[in-house]
């Protein structure tokens, strides 16, 4: 690894080898746990719960089986799933628009706008569960995926304005004038300039949304019985279920995030350097 | 026929009035440059032209066709924009393509259309490339490429060299110029570079604060600027200005001398004379020299003349020195003057 | 007019560098023709958000309100609130919620400090070290509190490593019900783990737009590291210090999932009073209360955070 760090280009060797060393004691910091969830969740549940543990773990698979077949868990994955992806949709098809709002036009109201965005990112959100619990069941979004996930949207809704602000800002108007006047109109414009361009960003933002929907705990607890979504079953069965498999539960929640953060690297930064305008 | 007719065009943004009342006319085939300062309004103007502004009040004709309400699609013009506007996610040949797509026209007539054109503009090696694999000078040339392409009635450019080094821009300059009077299109071309306006233009509407002060031949606003405004912003050192009072009719008080002028009953006026128009040696203007600018084909002199600055440009063989006294006589046939109140120009 | 240089950029700011600046002066210049429609567009865009921020935000958060201050037949009382202060755990909840933020929050300011500034000076691997660190992002809080139960709890690898150290002989109960100090330190260690990355990202992107130059100006100046940082980065660097402590605190009140997968119920916090109200003891109004207490102290203390880094307007970047 310090081959493939390394430090500022000034300053002593020492300065150096502190700096990487730091460098690398912080990446273990992150590393390591997520690294000891999965050696635990490919373990075997006898493995798991030996003291002291063996200094090579043996790879076996069965707790991860066993945590599959458990009762519910399939459910409670593929309810997961669906809940993030309608997340994303509500999300990302109405954060799309008011971020490209903000980013193109100056209007009456807008900074009352987004004022009101950035206030539901400073606001114990998971706590609406509360309220929208008892109005669900009168309207009869209790208990729904849809429910869930509108909850979620809402948590991930700020961050997707934010994000489509960002993208959208970062596309000259230049270029959607000169396919006006080379003879688009606005939606257009929009279709062959404006979306190829923002497109990767757009999945980043999407991808954004589904990782908010496919972690959040309180609110799925608090709004679902039946259908469970991963984290809340997860949660739900902490007292009951055995040691390897809250941890083989664990690791599956947390190796989608791996990936997503991966995808969505590039667009935290770029989010947060304007959302603090 | 593509004349453009701008009628008591006005635009306000909230309390600033951007534009005030503009009428201007440019004929057909014409090359029409607006020239000013940054934030004079040259560029609302003809994005209101362009159809990307909508006028606060006023109407555009292109032709015989009322096109203020119509949107730029609708309007026969293509832009060349400042920062080009070259998509970024299209082939050179699908950016000048672009529009005849929209179009509808048939494969064939776009192939030829997109080879002619930029064989034209000397980009047909670079077709196949991305605008990220292109330098400025090149993108430039796709951008105009994909205006002349559209054939089109007007092309409207915004400041298109300005992003262009300094010899790239003259050679760019030169070869707009040919390509365009080969066009049969009208141009509006918007700069705040007067030695491009100047080079380029048929005619200069020079522009300050929301109004047109002078539109004019290149040459008529170099010898005769309408007003004070012009004549301090165009030429390089700008006019020289000195307070003139009456003295008698047709007779003025300049810096100490008594020179003959306008018979106007004013009792002040603005005495104005361009940096080359004056000569050195017996004249009734004392010059105290403050500092040299050798510039090799001339020098440029930075003086002060009744405690205002007061540049002369003599030639570079001239012994002067800092701290010398010079007398400097003005050419009288390019003596101009000015009325410091409503600061346009006084016919001598 | 927009600069020349970041015009047509793609805008994929893979790493934040100077031209992510510009994004901030974002150049909106509508074409209010009448032709583009533009005039009514900006709010047909913005309708869809109006609306599900009305109907799943201000609608509800105004239910809550009521419902906490209100009694079944509609008079406003306090008694909820009283039977919430008055619950025999209360004290408790309250004193571990906030010096768990009191404890977690600096650490984190000073941890995401010392990451954002050591990957501004980062020649190489820079993405690599910024992909690692910003892993916890992506992470649910349950599942932090998993990852740190497989560490302290009894047969965990925490008690494994001390074994073969030879510094204990029989595993140590972390997580009982005995050890309230090191059920805290368990429970700060993972919340510091978990939610470092998101002042990080913050931070990152914050120092992206600071100039180089501001510093080097100062370097030229005279002025050492440190120096540097105190007087240049840090003053510069207050608007996403603020972003960054506001969204960091109001999490911190509202930790939950992280307590609840290391302790059970051992060690109480609001958000799980909140839960046990609503689901154990079927106390919505109570809970309600507790939703309305959590608010008030997170209004408070972006409050707090606001004045403590205020900027003048003129001043900034």
């Not at chain 2, 298109?160 to 300094?166: K, V």
């Not at chain 3, 790493?15 to 567009?41: F, I, K």
Request: aromatic residues 10%; contains cysteine; hydrophobic residues 50%.
């Amino acid at each position: 690894m310090s081959t493939l760090v390394d430090g500022p280009v000034r300053g002593g060797r020492g300065q150096r080898v502190l700096f990487i060393a730091t460098t690398v004691i912080l990446c273990l910091w992150v590393l390591v746990p997520i690294y000891l969830l999965f050696v635990n969740a490919v373990s075997s549940s006898s493995d798991v719960t030996t003291f002291p543990k063996p200094r090579v773990p043996a790879i076996d698979l069965e707790s991860l089986r066993f945590f599959m077949n458990y009762q519910g868990v399939a459910r409670a994955s593929w309810n997961s799933l669906v809940v993030a992806c309608t997340t994303m949709v509500i999300a990302i098809g109405i954060g799309a628009p008011a971020g490209y709002a903000l980013s193109r036009f100056d209007f009456r109201g807008k900074s009352a706008f987004r004022l009101l965005v950035l206030l539901t990112r400073a606001f114990p959100l998971p706590l609406l569960a509360l309220p929208l619990a008892i109005l669900y069941i009168r309207v009869g979004l209790d208990d729904t995926v849809l429910g869930i996930a509108c909850v979620h949207a809402l948590l991930a809704m700020p961050f997707a304005v934010l994000i489509n602000f960002s993208l959208f800002s970062g596309i000259p108007v230049e270029l959607e004038e000169a396919a006006w006047t080379l003879g688009c109109n606005r939606w257009q414009a929009f279709r062959k300039v404006v979306l190829p361009l923002v497109l990767p960003g757009l999945t980043a933002s999407a991808i954004f949304a589904f990782v908010i929907s496919w972690n959040e705990v309180f609110a799925a607890a608090v709004l679902t019985i039946e259908h469970r979504t991963l984290p809340a079953f997860l949660l739900q069965s902490l007292n009951s279920a055995p040691l390897h498999l809250k941890f083989a539960g664990g690791a599956m929640l947390v190796l989608p995030a791996l990936f997503f953060i991966f995808a969505v690297r590039k667009y935290l930064f770029a989010m947060w350097g304007i959302a603090n305008r | 026929m593509a004349e453009i007719r701008i009628n008591r065009v006005a635009k306000q943004f909230g309390k600033t009035h951007a534009l005030q009342a503009i009428d201007l006319t440019i004929a057909d085939r014409e090359f029409m440059v607006l020239l000013g300062a940054s934030g004079c309004g040259k560029t609302t103007l003809l994005r209101i032209v362009a159809g990307l502004e909508t006028a606060t009040a006023g109407q555009v004709h292109i032709g015989d066709r009322r096109v203020d309400q119509l949107p730029p699609k609708a309007r026969g013009i293509a832009m060349v924009f400042q920062n080009y506007a070259v998509f970024p996610h299209l082939t050179v040949y699908e950016n000048i393509a672009f529009g005849l797509r929209m179009a509808k026209l048939a494969d064939s007539e776009i192939d030829k259309r997109v080879n002619r054109t930029a064989a034209l503009m000397h980009i047909d090696p670079l077709l196949k490339r991305y605008s990220g694999q292109l330098s400025g000078g090149q993108r430039q040339r796709v951008a105009v490429s994909r205006a002349l392409a559209m054939e089109p009635d007007v092309i409207l450019m915004d400041e298109p060299l300005s992003n262009l080094d300094a010899l790239l821009r003259m050679e760019m300059r030169a070869e707009l110029k040919s390509v365009l009077a080969e066009s049969n299109t009208t141009t509006i071309y918007v700069t705040h570079d007067q030695v491009e306006a100047m080079s380029m233009a048929d005619r200069i509407a020079i522009m300050d604060q929301g109004h047109i002060v002078q539109c004019d031949v290149p040459v008529e606003i170099y010898r005769n600027p309408a007003a004070h405004f012009v004549g301090s912003f165009i030429g390089n050192p700008p006019m020289n200005f000195l307070k003139a009072s009456r003295v008698d009719t047709g007779q003025w008080r300049v810096a100490g001398a008594t020179l003959s002028g306008p018979g106007s009953d004013k009792n002040a006026l603005d005495f104005a004379i361009r940096p080359e128009d004056i000569t050195v040696g017996e004249g009734p203007l004392q010059a105290e020299v403050r500092l040299l600018e050798p510039l090799g084909s001339h020098t440029l002199l930075a003086c002060r003349v009744d405690n205002t600055a007061f540049r002369v440009i003599v030639d570079s063989d001239t012994s002067v020195s800092i701290g010398d006294t010079l007398s400097l006589n003005p050419m009288a046939d390019r003596v101009r003057w000015f009325d410091p109140d409503t600061q346009l120009a006084v016919p001598s | 007019m927009l600069g020349s240089g970041r015009a047509f950029r793609r805008p994929l700011p893979g790493r934040v560098s100077s031209h992510e600046t510009a994004l901030g002066h974002v150049h909106t210049r509508a074409p209010d023709s009448d032709a583009m429609n533009s005039r009514s567009l900006p709010y047909l865009l913005i309708a869809p958000a109006l609306l599900f921020l009305a109907v799943f935000f201000l609608y509800p958060f105004s239910l809550v309100a009521w419902q906490a201050f209100s009694t079944d037949e509609g008079r406003l009382t306090t008694e909820h609130f009283a039977d919430m202060v008055g619950y025999w755990k209360f004290n408790d909840t309250l004193r571990n919620t906030l010096w768990l933020a009191a404890i977690v929050v600096p650490i984190q300011l000073v941890l995401s400090l010392l990451m954002a500034t050591m990957v501004s000076k980062m020649q190489r691997g820079r993405d690599m070290v910024l992909y690692i660190w910003t892993i916890p992002l992506g992470i649910s809080d349950l599942a932090a509190g998993l990852i740190w139960l497989a560490i302290f709890e009894q047969t965990g690898y925490l008690n494994s490593i001390l074994h073969g150290l030879g510094l204990i002989e029989q595993p140590v109960a972390f997580l009982g019900y005995q050890s309230k100090l090191t059920l805290f330190v368990a429970i700060m260690l993972a919340e510091v783990w978990r939610a470092t990355a998101i002042m990080l990202v913050i931070l990152v992107a914050g120092i992206g737009l600071i100039p180089k130059e501001y510093n080097e100006a100062a370097e030229v100046f005279g002025a050492g590291p440190w120096q540097r940082f105190r007087r240049v980065t840090f003053p510069l660097l207050k608007p996403s210090l603020q972003t960054a402590l506001i969204l960091r605190v109001i999490l911190a009140f509202e930790v939950f999932a992280v307590v609840i997968a290391l302790s059970g119920t051992q060690f109480p916090v609001l958000m799980g009073a909140v839960y046990e109200r609503q689901f154990v003891l079927r106390d919505t109004s109570v809970a309600a209360a507790y939703a309305m207490l959590i608010l008030a102290i997170s209004i408070a203390f972006t409050l707090l955070v606001l004045w403590w880094l205020r900027v003048p307007k003129e001043a900034r970047i």
